[in-house]
Each structure stands twice: as C-alpha cells, then as structure tokens.
C-alpha cells in the first residue's frame, strides 16, 4: 500500500532530515539562480525543454509530480552535457474551470485563478524543478493575451479566421460552444454533460487550409513521436481521396455535389441521402407534401439530440424519412430517391452522399432497412491482376461466374453483408472489366468531360472553432459596426482587455457575459467614428497554449509577441513533455499555428516540437484518481510526509515513463532509506577530492564506470526507472567496498560516490547537492559536466556461459570474454557437470555463440 499516512523523519532516514536538506539548497538555488537560460554570449549549445503548463484549477495533484519529474530529469540531463539549456514554466489560466468555480463560490475569477498560481508555485519551487523562474507567463495576463488578439488579427488578414452560421456543439450545462475535439463520447469533456447541436454564428480559424501539411508533415516526426500519437493525427485529419461528383435535383437549379471516395461504383447508386440537419435537406423538404413536411420536422428535432459519435455508429439501427424528392445519377441519367438520414453528417464532404448499398455497408444496412434497391456492380470474385476476364452475362444482364454461383453466393441482399473488396467491375457499361484503380480514372474522366465531376479530396478535419459564450478568456479583437460589417479592432488598440467583473452576472446563459457590460462593449467604428459594438464572445483556450512555446522566448516583449532570432536560435521545443489525452487538441493546434507563423516568415521551423514525451497517468487501487471517487492522493502531503526527493525517486523508480502507475505500488519510504544510504555513503569518503580515480578497487570502478557510460543511452530512451535501479547497485557495491574491502580512504569509493551525487541529480536534487557538499566541492552538483567513462573499464574480463542439454541448463562456465568457438566448446564439454547429463548420449550437434552459450542436441 502507498506511505500516505507514514511520514519520512530524520530517524527512519538515517539521521538525514530530508526537509532540513530541502529548505536549505532551494534557499540557495533562489539567491543564486544557477538554472536560468544562458543569453547570447553563452556559447555552448542549446536544448530546450518544456514540460506541458499546468491548469491553475488547485494545487498540483500526483499527474503533475510525475510530468514535471520527467521535464527535470531531461533537462538536468542535458545542463550536465554540456549544454545551454532552456526549461521555462507558466500557467494557462484561463478557461471555464476558473469561471465555474468563481461562480459556485460568488468569488471573481482573478482571484481565484491567481490564488491557485501562487498555490501551484509554491508546490513546484518544493518540489525542486530546475525551472528558469525568469520566464514565467500567465496566459490570463493582458500582455500575454494581446498577442492571443494580435495573432488572431494576422490569421484574418491571411483569410485564416472567419465568421459563419454553423451548426455547432452547445454545452447545455456550461452555456457555451465546443470545437469537436472537445466532445468526448458525447459529452462535454470538462463537465461531462450530453452536447446537443446548435446553429450559431461563430468565429473559425481555417485549420483545413493547412490539412494536407499537417498530414504529410507527421512524417517527419516518425520516431521521435510517439507511434500512438502519429496515428492519432493521421485519423483525426483523415484525409480521402476519391471525386467530387454533381447530382441534378428534379425541380430545382444547379446541382449539388457529392464527394464519394468510391465514384467507380456511380452505376451501383441506388438512392440518395441528405444529411437531415443540412440546409440542403430543409431546402428540398419545402417542395414535397404537408405530411413529409411533417415526417421530417419530428425526424429533425430527434436527430438534433443525438451526436455526431451516436450516428455515426455502425450499430445503431438506421432511420430516415423520404424527402419526395429525386436527383438524376449523372451516369446513366436514372432517377434516385432523396433520403434524410442520421448516418450522414452535414459537416462531411458536402452533406450529402450517393448510397451504394451493394458496396457499402452503411447504405446496405439503410436500404435493407428500407427495403430500396441493391444493385452488384463489383464482381469481387474476379481477380484484379492480369489479362481483363470476358464477363458472360445472362438474359437479365446478371453475370455468370464462370467457376459456379460464387458471387450469387455473396449477394448483400441475402447476406447482409457489403462487398467492400476489390474486384472487376460489371453492370457500369464502359467500366466494366476494369479494376477499381482505372474505373475511378476511366468515371472520373467521363465525369469530367461531362462537365459533372473532377478529382477532389477531403477530410475528416474540420475548422477550428474558436468562439466561447464565457467571461473568462481572450476577447475576440472584432468590431460590428451599425451598418453591417465586421472589423478588426486596429493593432495600437490592443489589448482589448477584459472589463471588471463588478455588476456582471457571469452565470451561463447563452450569450457572452460580456454583451452585458456596456461601458465595454459600446466602441466606435475605427473607420468611420460612428457607434459601434465589440464582439462580445471569448477565445477558445487552446489558441493561448497554441503558441505559448514562443513567448517564452520572449517574456515581457512589448513590441512584439517574440523575437525571431531567438525562435530560431532555441526553436523547435527539442523535448516536449505531457499527457497523452493532449494528443489531438493541443498538440494539432500548436501544430497549425506553428506553419502559419512560418507562412509569415516569423519562424524557420514548420514544427513545434521535435520530440514528444508522454506519460502515463498515476492511478490508485487500479482506477483514476478523482475527487468524487473520494481516492485523491493530494502532492501537497506527500511532499509534507517524504520530501521532495523521496517522492521524485519512486516515481521514477515506478516503472516506464509511458506506462500508468498505480499509487498503491510507489514506495516513498525505500526511496528515503536509499537517499539516506546515498547520503552516508559520501559522509563515509575518507579521501581527498583532489584523490587520483584512476586507482583502487577495480571491480567496483567497473560498477562505476559501465554506470556512465550506460546513463546517458537510457535517459535519451527515457528509461528512468532502470538507470534509478542501477543506481541503487552503484550505492551497494560502494557501500560493500567501504564496509569489506580497502575501505573508505579508497580513490574508487570516492569516484562511485562522486558519480553517484552526479547522476542521482537527475532524480533527488537536494539529496545530491548535499552529497556534492560533503564530498568537498562548491554548489553546484547540477552544474557538474558529466564524467567520461574509462573505455577500458568497460571491456568485460570475464563471463559467464551457459551449457545446455536437449534445451536445458545443465551447466556453467566462467570464461575470457574474448573466448573462440572452439575453446567454448572444448571447456563446455569437459565440464563434469555437463558429462554426468549427457552420460552414454551421443552429441549429434553443437551450437556455439561465443562467450555466452553453447548448447548440444544428443540422441
């Protein structure tokens, strides 16, 4: 069970007061600043780190002790290489969390927002995270939010923002708008209540301007990101290919397009269906009869209801209503009914779509539903290489499997199941005989020269939607003048800064608290003088932690939200640290941001981060920890019980960075003993720390020197928890060596407790800034440059071979690591061990790998 309730003293510790040790060098890190980023004439190379921001929604909890361990331990890492490094920290404050809890509590979300900072940096600067406390941003701040506005104001010049109509997700319960990354599984994700659908005007950023380079660019991160991730992106882009194809409506002007990634199987459309939601759908419900009007209304207001995940879902039973109304398949001129039906959305591709039931399982499942037309136009039993097939067809055109009733045997109708493979096409006049490949080219020209259709993509990816209806959160830099138009508020106006929550009622309600402020949102028409009303909506805050990388380069810059050259100096983030749930929302978005600015020519790099780190959460009794579940383990306590370093190492001594880690299995009170056993360790060196540690015990300078040189591959592969496990073997060998063999005097005593106060700065940094002080040397430990290894202390002596028999273990040997074939061989089979298991067998085959196995088959 975890050590909650079992406080770390300087007793069980050894004598070592872990709090005392604490206080004492977080005193001297403050007056003496030695983690602040070196300016221009710092000459060594650069990384920079940089842990996700935390959300000021209380104190830090157990998932933020472990991701900013993780930042601290890379960053140290590379101050100990030799490198100038960058680990900068702020908050991302604004957002509905600090809005909710002001209003639940009559407080002012200032306040309670800048209350939790001081909370939150409090427990960091306890915590001992080496972070430049020079740098520290706010994103609630008026100077930082300024440029929030300023990059808003660029990204419209470009034609990137823009104001539509749109049906958007509504938050009944918190009264404002989500973009669709924002709704999990139907539901809010910060307050988890049902999101029903809305039409609002509301202010998008153009994200699908950049869709095809933020797929293709993923590219360049293969191995540096995690696998997962990529992935992630890849599909919630999710780019197809296929033809935009235009389908007349009987009775009304001009066509209405439909993208289909299929367009070989034109000939296999059956019927149409719109999406109920769409404009085209109310549109063409206006022509038909009083008793469809009817059928649609009720049908409409039940899909309103539902999300997008639920109709999407592939089984959910399939509804829909006949609109009356027929498009024209452009191909063979035959009349298609026109459905309205929940499984197609009116955000995809154009909001509606052509239903091939016959090879979609969708539209299958629609039409079976419905009883409509099922027409085979792929003979998926025809093989798709080689010589065309001569098709036969019977007296009703159906084709005549030359091998039997192998297609009849597949038929969908009967089935139930689409035929979604490859194949030979049939039953579409002059693509028949053709695989897909050329039918699509062979439709998609015919369709062309018709002046009906052209190759075209799309994406799942829709633009970002940034409006919020709440207080707390950036101003959208716009102005609505009296005659109708929209314009930006000029640039040496900003920031349009919030007004005072004073007389404001920031409860939910639909609209903006800010239209009610009326002193704010009364302005004048910077073109004309003439009255005028702000936009009175807030950003969505992921455009804040969109860019925030930058600003950190730059804190306090009132000219400009960054300065280039230093963007091109430390960009991009070479280390990014956080949570996995930030897959798709931040981390796209920073993404897009990142190739607009780049467009700008403000930066030289097209992605924001080179590497991205992501842990898994810290859990308890096998569940997320949560304030309802009453199971939070709260980081306050736990720094109060164990200390910091106590509580630094068995996180990291947890398990991989990657995997969850269940608090029930972290053990702060062995990592205490072993930091107390460090400590006395260098309390026992009985040599001078100008000794010579080319000398002594050469079995633990092994120990030492293999640590060295192993460390630095396992930390770049954020093995962690396996460089903690060797360092727990250094601190025996070298406790061993003092207690039993030439003792504390020895020069490779000296050496193992230097190397160990060196890299136990990555986990326990004031355990080693003490151990550094007692060994001898001036503060500080964390600025040391790492040791090199002795090569020649890295080369194996000995070995130990394992001799198998028919597969088993029956024997070792101690052998020269540089040992050939044959003497292993010869040793293997002298051994007695190995000639009482083999007895009167006889060896019919010997498998030697030198220095380490051999193994003989008998019979």
């Known amino acids: 069970m975890s050590q909650i309730s079992t406080p770390s003293t300087a007793a069980d510790s050894g004598g070592f007061d872990p709090h005392e040790i604490q206080r004492k060098w977080q005193a001297l890190w403050a007056e003496r600043d030695p983690f602040r980023a070196g300016d221009d004439a710092d000459a060594r190379p650069r990384k920079y780190v940089l842990a996700m921001f935390p959300y000021p929604s209380g104190d830090l909890h157990m998932g933020h002790a472990e991701n900013y361990l993780y930042s601290d331990i890379v960053a140290r890492f590379w101050r100990h290489r030799g490198y100038n490094v960058l680990h900068p920290i702020g908050w991302d404050s604004f957002g509905l969390p600090a809005e909710n809890a002001a209003i639940q509590r009559g407080a002012d979300p200032v306040e309670w927002t800048y209350g939790n900072i001081a909370q939150q940096k409090q427990s960091l600067h306890d915590y001992g995270v080496s972070f430049d406390w020079n740098r520290v941003l706010h994103t609630s701040d008026p100077e930082y939010y300024r440029w929030n506005q300023w990059l808003f104001l660029k990204l419209y010049e470009r034609g990137l923002a823009y104001r539509k109509e749109s049906p958007v997700n509504w938050c009944p319960f918190d009264q404002t708008v989500l973009a669709n990354e924002q709704v999990v599984d139907g539901r809010c994700e910060r307050c988890g209540n049902e999101v029903v659908k809305k039409k609002l005007t509301q202010w998008f950023l153009k994200i699908t301007d950049y869709a095809d380079r933020l797929l293709d660019d993923l590219n360049q991160l293969e191995g540096f990101w995690p696998q997962k991730v990529i992935q992630m992106q890849r599909n919630w882009i999710g780019r197809s290919v296929g033809a935009d194809i235009e389908f007349e409506i009987e009775g009304r002007e001009g066509t209405v397009t439909v993208f289909s990634t299929r367009p070989d199987t034109l000939y296999g459309a ?47 039973p399939k509804t829909g209503v006949f609109l009356e109304r027929y498009a024209i398949n452009p191909v063979n001129g035959e009349r298609l009914p026109i459905w309205a039906a929940d ?24 039409a079976r539903a419905f009883d409509l037309p099922v027409r085979v136009v792929v003979d998926t039993t025809a093989p798709v290489t080689g010589a065309i097939p001569v098709i036969d067809l019977d007296e009703d055109g159906v084709p005549i499997d030359p091998v039997g009733d192998a297609l009849d045997d597949l038929d969908p109708v009967r089935t139930g199941v689409a035929l979604t493979g490859e194949g030979r096409m049939i039953n579409s006049g002059p693509l028949d005989g053709l695989s897909k490949r050329n039918a699509i080219a062979r439709v998609i020209d015919l369709l062309a020269a018709k002046g ?32 109708g138009r929209t314009v930006p508020v ?6 349009v800064q919030l007004p005072s929550v004073d007389g404001l009622d920031l409860s939910p309600k639909g609209a ?7 002193s704010w949102v009364h302005t004048t028409d910077p073109e004309s003088g003439a009255s005028a009303r702000r936009d009175p909506d807030t950003m969505d805050t992921f455009v804040d932690s969109s860019w925030y990388f930058l600003r950190f380069l730059s804190p306090g810059d009132e000219s400009q939200p960054f ?30 941001v990142t190739k607009a600015l780049f467009d700008m020519g403000m930066v030289e790099f097209t992605e924001p981060f080179s590497n991205l780190i992501n842990q898994g959460m810290v859990i308890l009794g096998g569940s997320k920890m949560s304030k309802s579940k009453g199971n939070l383990v709260l980081f306050q306590e736990e720094l109060d019980a164990h200390g910091a370093d106590a509580l630094r190492v068995a996180l990291a001594f947890a398990g991989p960075v990657e995997d969850d880690k269940d608090w029930d299995d972290v053990s ?26 080319a000398e002594g015990d050469a079995a633990l300078r092994r120990v030492t020197h293999r640590l060295l040189a192993d460390a630095p591959g396992l930390v770049e592969q954020t093995k962690f928890n396996v460089v903690v496990a060797r360092l727990m073997e250094l601190v025996n060998a070298t406790r061993k060596a003092i207690d039993s063999g030439a003792g504390a005097a020895d020069p490779a005593v000296r050496e193992a407790a230097e190397a160990t106060a060196m890299i136990l700065d990555l986990f326990a940094p004031h355990t080693a800034e003490e151990m550094w002080q007692i060994l001898g040397y001036e503060p500080f430990v964390g600025l040391t440059t790492w040791r090199s290894p002795d090569p020649t202390l890295l080369v194996e002596d000995s070995v130990t071979a394992v001799v198998q028999v028919d597969g088993k273990v029956r024997g070792t040997l101690e052998v020269p690591a540089r040992i050939d074939a044959a003497e292993l061989e010869a040793l293997a089979r002298a051994d007695a061990k190995v000639q009482r298991a083999l007895g009167d067998r006889e060896i019919v ?15």
């Open 270 to 316: 059956t019927f149409f269906v719109v999406a109920p939601d769409s404009d085209l759908a109310a549109e063409l419900v206006a022509g038909a009869s009083a008793e469809a009007r009817v059928r649609f209304q009720d049908y409409l207001d039940r899909v309103q209801k539902t999300t997008d995940i639920d109709r999407q879902s592939t089984d959910r």
């Open 343 to 366: 499984y197609v959305l009116a955000d995809y591709g154009h909001g509606a779509v052509m239903a091939v039931p016959a090879h979609d399982q969708r539209d299958l499942d629609f």
């Open 452 to 483: 009906l259709g052209r190759a075209a993509k799309t994406y799942r990816l829709r633009d970002w939607l940034i409006s919020r209806q709440r207080f707390w959160g950036t101003p959208i830099p716009m102005i609505h003048t009296e005659d």
């Open 490 to 495: 000029p640039e040496e106006q900003l920031p």
């Open 512 to 518: 903006s608290p800010l239209g009610a402020a009326a």
């Open 563 to 592: 300065v280039g050259r230093e963007a091109d100096k430390w960009g991009p983030v070479d280390f990014y640290i956080g949570g996995v749930e930030h897959a798709i929302l931040h981390l796209l978005y920073a993404r897009f």
């Open 668 to 693: 702060t009170t062995g990592a205490a003993k072993f930091l107390a056993r460090a400590l006395r360790v260098a309390s026992d060196v009985d040599s001078d720390p100008d000794v010579v540690w």
């Open 845 to 859: 085959r010997a498998v030697v790998r030198p220095p380490k196995v051999v193994s003989f088959a008998t019979k």
